[in-house]
């Protein structure tokens, strides 16, 4: 399991499931992980 902390989300990613975590509100959302990711992150 990895965390990983972008720009607006923090991202607990384990396997190809990460949890993504909005640092403006809270809400949480459930993504595909592994490389997928990384296309979506704005560091």
């Not at 990895?2 to 993504?20: M, N, P, T, V």
């Amino acid at each position: 399991m990895e965390l990983f902390q972008a720009k607006d989300h923090y991202i607990l990613q384990s396997g190809e499931r990460a949890l993504w975590c909005s640092r403006r509100d809270g809400s949480l959302q459930l993504r595909a992980g592994g490389c997928g990711v990384w296309q979506n992150l704005d560091l």
